[in-house]
């Protein structure tokens, strides 16, 4: 059952690919004042190095 709506919710819904369109798109939910704040700490989050 469960393995049936998220088949469903992929085959209807548009999934972003590249991050910076993800984040485009989750930032349409951040509130005016906090902005500055969440798009600081993205920075932050994806200009770290990965370890191997």
Same mark, same amino acid.
């Given at each position: %059952?469960?393995? *049936? =709506?998220?088949?469903?919710? #992929? !085959?209807? *819904?548009?999934?972003? +690919? +590249?991050? *910076?369109?993800?984040?485009? !798109? !989750? %930032? =349409?939910? /951040?509130?005016? =004042? &906090?902005?500055?704040? /969440?798009? *600081? &700490?993205?920075?932050?989050?994806?200009?770290?190095? #990965? /370890?191997?």
């Amino acid at each position: %059952m469960i393995y *049936s =709506k998220l088949m469903h919710y #992929t !085959s209807t *819904s548009q999934v972003q +690919c +590249c991050i *910076s369109h993800m984040t485009r !798109s !989750s %930032m =349409k939910f /951040v509130p005016y =004042k &906090d902005y500055k704040a /969440v798009t *600081s &700490d993205l920075k932050k989050i994806y200009r770290l190095v #990965t /370890v191997a």
